[in-house]
């Protein structure tokens, strides 16, 4: 199918809180088809859109903090309402936000300060009650578990603009058939997804842990295909990404409608070379003692209702060798660049803070 990308402007920048995504979300109430509640007694909606046999889940911000793969939903979703459904054989049920409380206060955690993919056997908040009563109501034959990764996650020497991982079901990470038919589906997203950020593409690591909600899901015996946002070159607010990650969902969906998924055509997936904490977001090189270098991070943070990048400097990496997204000789930014770079860390900080101020 011809995949038309059309971004919803009414959304832009990493900060969506629930206000605003329920003030979009009117124009699709045709679809909402149940509701739960969050710690902090705000809604949670769920949207039923298809009619088909096939049963997809899907949700995204369990972490309040992570908004890319929200955005992409929601360029689905006008996608969906402007050029029709494609997708005769599928009936998705999505959860665009499933933290509200944390993506108000631009957190991870909930209000209560529980990380929700980490909650999913002990079931003590609830929001992560509401996705348990949902799955085990619809029975979906597939999992979509949508997610941000920080700018440190590289592939090589590129950074990892979108990574995919088929979440493990022991301590072994053994090849079940039910992983099988979750790598099936993200090699074919992969194949797509090549030909518009070649190399840029990750497979997480996949360490077993069952209180995460992918492993858990998987472990319940249903594919799950998570989907990492990550980094694309300049793009600190993902706009880029969330294009790439709606026409990976597209592509994900559109597989699961037009084939009987078996999970034969798994192999190729372990060909997606691992991503790695590689990046750094600045790195500052003495001119002199190439060895001696400052690396700096990025940190997010909500101010008045947007959020801004404050430049933290990491702890003295002589000898330790990362990935930048920029670099920079010492003496390109620093006035005395003479003095010993270590010295300089408060005009380092200067010159990055009037750089991110552009972002």
């Known amino acids: 199918m011809n995949f038309v990308y059309t971004p919803d402007t009414r959304i832009k920048g990493k900060y969506l809180y629930s206000g605003k995504l329920h003030q979009i979300l009117h124009n699709y109430n045709l679809w909402k088809y149940q509701e739960g509640t969050s710690e902090e007694g705000q809604s949670i909606p769920l949207y039923r859109i298809g009619e088909g046999s096939k049963r997809i889940l899907l949700w995204s911000q369990m972490h309040g903090n992570e908004s890319t793969t929200t955005r992409a939903l929601i360029d689905l979703f006008k996608l969906f309402a402007t050029e029709g459904y494609p997708f005769a054989n599928c009936q998705l049920y ?57 700018t440190i996650f590289g592939v090589g020497q590129k950074p990892a603009t979108v990574s995919f991982l088929a979440p493990s079901v022991d301590e072994t990470r053994s090849i079940t058939p039910v992983r099988k038919k979750a790598m ?15 190399e840029q593409i990750g497979r997480f690591d996949d360490s077993f842990n069952p209180n995460c909600t992918g492993d858990q899901y998987s472990l319940l015996g249903t594919p799950t295909i998570l989907i990492e946002s990550g980094f694309y070159p300049e793009d600190y607010t993902r706009e880029q990404t969330r294009r790439y990650v709606a026409e990976a969902i597209f592509r994900g969906i559109e597989y699961i409608n037009d084939t009987e998924v078996t999970g034969e055509g798994y192999a ?5 070379p691992e991503n790695k ?60 660049p003479n003095n010993d770079i270590y010295t300089m860390i408060p005009d380092i900080l200067e010159y990055i803070r009037k750089e991110v101020e552009k972002i």
């Open 277 to 336: 904490k590689s990046f750094r977001d600045y790195c500052i090189v003495d001119d002199k003692e190439p060895t001696r270098r400052v690396y700096v991070q990025l940190e997010e943070q909500l101010s008045e209702g947007r959020i801004v990048f404050v430049p933290k400097v990491l702890d003295k990496s002589e000898g330790e060798e990362f990935y930048a997204h920029t670099t920079y000789k010492f003496s390109e930014i620093c006035r005395y």
């Open 184 to 198: 099936q589906i993200i090699t074919k997203i992969n194949n797509s997804l090549q030909l518009l950020i070649s």
């Open 94 to 150: 999505i959860i665009p936000m499933l933290n509200p409380d944390g993506s108000d206060l631009y957190t991870r955690e909930n209000a209560r300060g529980v990380d929700l993919n980490r909650d999913a056997v002990n079931l003590s908040q609830k929001e992560s009650i509401f996705l348990r009563k949902i799955y085990q109501e619809v029975k979906p034959d597939f999992c979509f578990n949508l997610h941000d990764q920080r």
């Open 268 to 272: 190729p997936y372990f060909d997606i």
